[in-house]
């Protein structure tokens, strides 16, 4: 099916003012535009189930809607999966929890914002209320890929009352091999700036093309405020580093709260076992060539998970990290099948 023969989505964007994201500490806004699929047959007479959809690291819910040429948006793919028999009917919710640093990973820091409770309790909260929506969480699926397949995967540990499945296509897991690697470079650039974080980021904002060669030293500060932020000092400056900038060596008690927001970390938790244990659908993917080691991290996950036990499905395909939205077709509809039970 070519573009001009697609069908158009039915989206609405919903905006979401709120409480928890005013006053936060890079000055983001509060109101939200929050993008919502809503299936063919959606007249608000009939309720559905409904999937949280989350972006990766610098993307929000805006961006599943970004055309390229020669492949479908991610509404188009979820129409059309739909529309074909392939997956039940479901709402589609698509959170903006962008930041300053291009990111929230989705957990609540005095660095950035409370975004998981933003998402875990308000958010949910209003698609519920301004839609017709199953609202158990037996109905709810959360579902993301790379930092959002780490939220997916961190949110679904954490509030399995809110959520009853979910998928993480390559998540952010063992932060030895897919974050530690990247501290020589980040060192090195930093080194550019004397030291300076401050300076780092207020260059970067000033410029209207961003350095890609300098992306390195935003994802790890960005990590850095959502791992271990530094509430007494100001923005950009509110975070600790997990390694001594000119020797590039790890400082252990940084490192280790890092690691605590660690899917491997997490896994060893008995109340986030039996949180996985209880979901109607755990589904995890990978490809096997991903720059960023994640094939590893999630290996030992699925090795972890069934020696404990743990229902789960992962799947390996020959592929990178980037511009593979299109395994969406493999987890949709198993979600939605799961919650529309």
């Given at each position: 099916?070519?573009?001009?023969?697609?069908?158009?989505?039915?989206?609405?964007?919903?905006?979401?003012?709120?409480?928890?994201?005013?006053?936060?500490?890079?000055?983001?806004?509060?109101?939200?535009?929050?993008?919502?699929?809503?299936?063919?047959?959606?007249?608000?007479?009939?309720?559905?189930?409904?999937?949280?959809?989350?972006?990766?690291?610098?993307?929000?819910?805006?961006?599943?809607?970004?055309?390229?040429?020669?492949?479908?948006?991610?509404?188009?793919?979820?129409?059309?999966?739909?529309?074909?028999?392939?997956?039940?009917?479901?709402?589609?919710?698509?959170?903006?929890?962008?930041?300053?640093?291009?990111?929230?990973?989705?957990?609540?820091?005095?660095?950035?914002?409370?975004?998981?409770?933003?998402?875990?309790?308000?958010?949910?909260?209003?698609?519920?209320?301004?839609?017709?929506?199953?609202?158990?969480?037996?109905?709810?699926?959360?579902?993301?890929?790379?930092?959002?397949?780490?939220?997916?995967?961190?949110?679904?540990?954490?509030?399995?009352?809110?959520?009853?499945?979910?998928?993480?296509?390559s998540g952010d897991m063992d932060f030895e091999l897919c974050y530690r690697p990247n501290f020589p470079n980040a060192a090195r650039i930093l080194e550019r700036y004397d030291g300076s974080i401050e300076a780092f980021f207020q260059r970067w904002e000033s410029l209207d093309k961003k350095p890609k060669?300098?992306?390195?030293?935003?994802?790890?500060?960005?990590?850095?405020?959502?791992?271990?932020?530094?509430?007494?000092?100001?923005?950009?400056?509110?975070?600790?580093?997990?390694?001594?900038?000119?020797?590039?060596?790890?400082?252990?008690?940084?490192?280790?709260?890092?690691?605590?927001?660690?899917?491997?970390?997490?896994?060893?938790?008995?109340?986030?076992?039996?949180?996985?244990?209880?979901?109607?659908?755990?589904?995890?993917?990978?490809?096997?060539?991903?720059?960023?080691?994640?094939?590893?991290?999630?290996?030992?996950?699925?090795?972890?998970?069934?020696?404990?036990?743990?229902?789960?499905?992962?799947?390996?395909?020959?592929?990178?990290?980037?511009?593979?939205?299109?395994?969406?077709?493999?987890?949709?509809?198993?979600?939605?099948?799961?919650?529309?039970?």
């Amino acid at each position: 099916m070519n573009r001009s023969e697609a069908r158009r989505p039915n989206l609405v964007f919903e905006p979401v003012k709120s409480e928890v994201l005013k006053n936060n500490p890079l000055g983001d806004p509060a109101l939200r535009y929050v993008p919502v699929y809503l299936p063919p047959s959606y007249d608000g007479t009939k309720s559905f189930p409904v999937i949280y959809l989350l972006a990766g690291f610098a993307s929000t819910g805006m961006s599943f809607l970004n055309y390229g040429f020669g492949r479908q948006t991610v509404p188009e793919m979820i129409d059309r999966l739909i529309r074909e028999g392939s997956m039940p009917e479901t709402i589609v919710v698509m959170p903006d929890c962008m930041t300053r640093y291009g990111g929230s990973q989705y957990v609540d820091s005095a660095a950035t914002g409370a975004y998981e409770t933003y998402l875990t309790g308000e958010l949910i909260d209003v698609i519920d209320r301004k839609f017709s929506t199953l609202p158990e969480a037996r109905h709810r699926a959360i579902v993301g890929k790379s930092s959002g397949g780490f939220g997916a995967l961190r949110l679904g540990m954490r509030h399995p009352d809110r959520f009853s499945a979910l998928a993480c296509h390559s998540g952010d897991m063992d932060f030895e091999l897919c974050y530690r690697p990247n501290f020589p470079n980040a060192a090195r650039i930093l080194e550019r700036y004397d030291g300076s974080i401050e300076a780092f980021f207020q260059r970067w904002e000033s410029l209207d093309k961003k350095p890609k060669g300098e992306f390195t030293l935003l994802d790890i500060m960005a990590m850095a405020a959502c791992y271990d932020p530094d509430p007494s000092k100001p923005a950009p400056s509110n975070m600790h580093l997990p390694f001594e900038p000119h020797t590039c060596q790890l400082i252990p008690e940084r490192w280790e709260r890092w690691k605590s927001f660690d899917p491997l970390t997490m896994l060893e938790e008995p109340r986030y076992q039996d949180a996985l244990g209880s979901l109607r659908l755990l589904y995890l993917d990978c490809g096997s060539l991903d720059e960023y080691n994640l094939q590893f991290g999630h290996r030992s996950f699925t090795t972890r998970a069934n020696e404990l036990g743990i229902a789960h499905r992962y799947e390996e395909f020959p592929d990178t990290h980037t511009d593979t939205s299109y395994r969406y077709r493999a987890s949709l509809p198993l979600l939605a099948e799961a919650i529309s039970e």
